[in-house]
Nanobody, 126 residues
Framework: QVQLIESGGGLVQAGGSLRLSCAASGRTFTNYAMGWFRQAPGKEREFVAAINWSGGSTYYADSVKGRFTISRDYAKNTVYLQMNSLKPEDTAVYYC???????????????????WGQGTLVTVSS
């Protein structure tokens, strides 16, 4: 079973940048599509970005397209979310997820994914 640990969250001013990391351990990481999701206070969890198992395909929510970039490093068993031009509405707990049976596109529908991390808080001040 893959275990996921997120890091890199924190407090940043609007317009700033943060890079989130999701370190995977356990079984073979290379077979999993990986995704980032977020949940703001009082709101439902929503899709942010995903990358397929080969790293050759990515998919983004419209709200972050052009500002966020997802990538993965197989040698480090880690997936990243580079977040630029942050806005107060990006404030949320960000979760990493993994699934062997999804693609970058299908992860956006938030099916019952196999593995979730514990989340890392991102706060963007205005």
């Amino acid at each position: 079973q893959v275990q996921l640990i997120e890091s890199g969250g924190g407090l940043v001013q609007a317009g700033g940048s943060l890079r989130l990391s999701c370190a995977a351990s356990g079984r073979t990481f290379t077979n999993y599509a990986m995704g980032w999701f977020r949940q703001a206070p009082g709101k439902e969890r929503e899709f942010v970005a995903a990358i397929n198992w080969s790293g050759g395909s990515t998919y983004y929510a419209d709200s972050v397209k052009g500002r966020f970039t997802i990538s993965r490093d197989y040698a480090k068993n880690t997936v990243y979310l580079q977040m630029n031009s942050l806005k107060p509405e990006d404030t949320a707990v960000y979760y990493c997820a993994a699934d062997r049976w999804q693609t970058a596109f299908t992860m956006a529908t938030m099916p019952n994914l196999e593995v979730w991390g514990q989340g890392t808080l991102v706060t963007v001040s205005s």
